[in-house]
């Protein structure tokens, strides 16, 4: 089984900074859990939008909504992900998912099988 947990959502102004942090938890070392990674954003009324992954090489892809303030990274060791978000707008207001068990190649359209729960960014203008 895999389990996803992330944290570190909060309220920021328009112009600061969050780090989210996901854990995944797995039964097997298959890598396929773990392979391909990623960070995905829902705001109300909107669809789900992919912002950036990574794989267990630490190969990364990025959205262009997001390139140049978020950055991801991954302890594979730890099974852990994380997304530091720089220059935070209003617009980033969202649910922020992280996702493990994504295809290969990794990639943002890919199709990821593990979700978590979702941790809340609000950002305040």
């Known amino acids: 089984q895999v389990q996803v947990v992330e944290s570190g959502g909060g309220s920021v102004q328009s112009g600061g900074s969050l780090t989210l942090s996901c854990e995944v938890s797995?039964?097997?070392?298959?890598?396929?859990?773990?392979?391909?990674m990623g960070w995905f954003r829902q705001a109300p009324g909107k669809e789900r939008e992919g912002l950036a992954v990574?794989?267990?090489?630490?190969?990364?892809a990025y959205a262009d909504s997001v390139k140049g303030r978020f950055t991801i990274s991954r302890d594979n060791s730890e099974n852990t992900l994380y997304l530091q978000m720089n220059g935070l707008k209003p617009e980033d207001t969202a649910m922020y998912y992280c996702?493990?068990?994504?295809?290969?190649?990794?990639?943002?359209?890919?199709?990821?099988?593990?979700w978590g729960q979702g941790t809340q960014v609000t950002v305040s203008s």
């Open positions: 996702a493990a068990g994504g295809p290969w190649p990794c990639r943002i359209s890919g199709s990821f099988t593990y």
């Open positions: 990574i794989d267990s090489g630490h190969q990364f």
């Open positions: 797995v039964a097997s070392e298959d890598p396929v859990f773990t392979y391909c």
